[in-house]
């Protein structure tokens, strides 16, 4: 042992932490429910991922057997992480896993949807593949489409971990309970926030900044629809606050940038902020 070692060991024994801290901190280590690191939530969504666009990795499968067993192995490993969820119902693990699986086939033609919408929304974006590989906004509405249907069969956490996860890489905050529809684009992303109670059509384009947010975040509002609803074709540029559970913003409406909502918007409608030009002329 170094004397540094020493030294610190001496430090706490002398009690520079009282007994009543350690015991607090002990109950918390045996009264927290266990749950699997961020690292396995995200590496599992990961390597689905690579599964199902192989454009993010430079592996392949050689054969229809190799990808029926992969996804039987990720099948496994579900079970694993929801099993050594504590919160979890363990009644329910394996049933939870053949639910997620059954939907991924069509989880994977609207990511494909998605995909579309960014080749033929965004004139910078040269290819599928290049979205795939490269554009954080593709990897967070991913993201965001498995951990839904894992809200969905009540699972706890898990949904939240990955949504998170996929926030702090990308900027883009995703509730996995909010509802979206078929072909959504989210442009640059950084920003974007989509609240719990969400509901979004189809065809829907956000820019960064974006804030599909509540009035109010008293607690009471809790199970309560508190966040807008965005109808089907409607665009929302950069900046935008739309609040309010009661707001709806109606199809094939254009939200200019840094305008801020709280009350529905007819179908068809364009707002814009319209800034005052104010010119102060230098005098001689």
Known sequence: MSDYQAYS????ARGYMSDLFFEKLLTRHTQTPEVPS??????WANELLTVLFPEVTEKR??????????????????VSLL?????????????????FFENIEEVYQDLLLDIDAFVHGDPAALSSFEVIRSYPGFYAIYIYRIAHILHKEGVPLVPRILSEYAHSRTGIDIHPAAFIGKSFFIDHGTGVVIGETTH???HVKIYQGVTLGALSIDKK?????RHPTVQDDVIIYSGATILGGETVVGSGSVIGGNVWIT??????TKVYHQAENKWIENQT
């Open 9 to 12: 060991k001496n430090q706490i």
């Open 221 to 225: 509002m809790a199970g309560i629809k």
């Open 38 to 43: 961020t690292e396995l939530i995200s590496g």
């Open 83 to 99: 099993y050594h969820t504590r919160s979890c119902d363990h009644r329910r693990e394996h049933a939870i896993a053949e639910v």
């Open 200 to 202: 979004i059509g189809d």
């Open 61 to 78: 499968m050689d054969s229809v057997e190799e990808l029926k067993n992969t996804f039987d192995r990720l099948r496994i490993d579900l």
């Open 263 to 268: 009350s529905s918007v007819p179908p068809g």
